[in-house]
């Protein structure tokens, strides 16, 4: 019995090992972590070192261009408020609603997806039909109506968005469950009378993981997306906090007269999106022998 | 066939079921009514105005009543456009959006197409880095960044095209709004034409055929095209679901009296029957064309069995 899990144990570690390697050598994933870390760095402590507040107006200053003598670096918006601290902050609020929104999507398709593919037959039809009829909804739409009826929190949007973006999350884990379901260590579980739900949480969520951290990393980017379309409609963040997508709309108006106000953060923003998308393309490549050419 | 057919259009009543079920829940919980105003109404007025639309009958009837007229195509009256009905409204919009969209559409098919072939021919040649990266960023830079940078490029810095407004539909106003709303999708489809085209030109009919000493031009179109187009087929229904949700900010930013601007203009002035009937107009419309998506796949892949 320990020389079996043992060698498992090493199985596992070469393929993860493997996939490691892979991920190493591919130099776009790789840019795209290392940016990532910067960008992630200057947005949790860029804001306090600039001597600026978020919301400070500097009303002698309003709509000047980058500088470093005035100290906005980034140049100062038509309010006067500076737009390096404000283009972090806004990092800060785009990057915390795609974490959290895409935890919330995650914890909703782990136990949808985990459920249906486990119990399977009838349930795993009825279940997954559902999905499909979800997939065909406009849920933009449905979003942008959340926000306007119940009002535009924070929380609100955690929950609107992580509430549709379940779905491919649903269909990956129930697939993965399908085939995890058959393994030996499941069978051995269920021989010794362990309950559904501990098998589920015990047995097939903890060996979904490495799928899951590989889709997350697809779904934030998407996340990001989202709260960045509704702050632009005008239906995300409130003032004066800010968010890249905020920041995008309030540049467009006034790029005739001032462009740094949708460049800084219209780069930014790309750049994050970037980075994410060669972060998860090089993960999944990394992890799936089908596409490696 | 015929029976796939059947089979694929009942499944598709479901969804419209709860597509418009939940239209009508979400605009029941909407805070505020069509008779909300600064003036409080009498009672006995207000009861008249209730039983005159119907508000005074149980849920499942006024939801009843609410599925009869939309199978007639009456979305009910706008509570903002007073003297409007939202079909009305949503006849006036439809049109120069669907022109966007199309537009768009056709657009992002004939570039990512040809972006993807280009690239997949020539795998890892610097014409397939460059195809890649350029497709990468148009995936990374959303349309409503897009959009400003081309105005801001075009039309403020070079002066070659408006920056907005619908010019009494000329063709010069279009240029902006359809390039900046096809840019992402160009992206994908570029993306899925070069990979499943490079798995295809690997396959043994494809060798069997260039063994033969066919041309590879003729190669290209008669034989490796058509297998290697349908996973592009069935992303345009993705795509038609995304143009649509990126025509909502693209007829914002240029101005453009769409669907989509009504949607926005109507959601902040919180005309509930007016985006309500937007999003079950834009809801059956991608419904549809999913359904006219999977057929054509089904008659372009001969692996699909009808069973």
Known sequence: MGIETKQDQVVVKSLWGDAWRTLRRNRAAMTGALLMAIILLAVTVGPWLSQYAYDFTDWPNTSIGPS????????????GRDLFVRT???GRISLLVGVVASVVSLLIGISYGATAGYFGGRLDA??????????AMPFMFFVILLMVFFGRNILMIFLAIGAINWLDMARIVRGQTLSLKQREFVEAAQAQGVGALAILVRHIVPNLLGVVAIYITLTIPQVILVESFLSFLGLGVQEPMTSWGALVKEGSEEMETAPWMLLFPAFLLATTLFCFNFIGDGMRDALDPKDRQ | MLNYFVRRILGIIPTLFVLMALAFFLIRLAPGGPFDSEKVLLPEIEANLRAAYHLDEPLYQQFARYLGNLLQGDFGPSFQYRDLTVTELIMTGFPISLRLGAGAMVFAVIFGVLAGSVAALWQNSRTDYFVMVISM???????????????????????????????????????????ALALPQIAYIARLTRGSLIEILRSNFIRTAKAQGLPMGKILLVHALKPALLPVVSYLGPATAAIITGSVVIEQIFGIPGLGRF???????????????????????????????????????????YG
């Open chain 1, 68 to 79: 470093l003598g005035t100290g906005h670096f980034f140049g100062t918006d038509t309010l």
């Open chain 1, 88 to 90: 972090l902050y806004g």
């Open chain 1, 126 to 135: 009825i279940m997954m039909r559902f999905v499909d009829i979800l997939y």
């Open chain 2, 137 to 179: 960023t148009g995936i990374s830079v959303p349309s409503f960044v897009m959009a400003p940078l081309l105005v801001l490029v075009f039309a403020v810095y070079l002066g070659w095209l408006p920056a907005g407004g619908l010019g009494g539909g000329s063709l010069r106003n279009m240029v902006l709004p359809v390039v």
């Open chain 2, 263 to 305: 949607f926005v203009q109507g959601a902040l002035n919180r005309d509930y029957t007016l985006v309500m009937g937007i999003v079950v107009f834009y809801g059956v419309l991608i419904v549809v064309f999913n359904f006219l998506v999977d057929l054509a796949y089904a008659w372009l892949d001969p692996k699909v069995r």
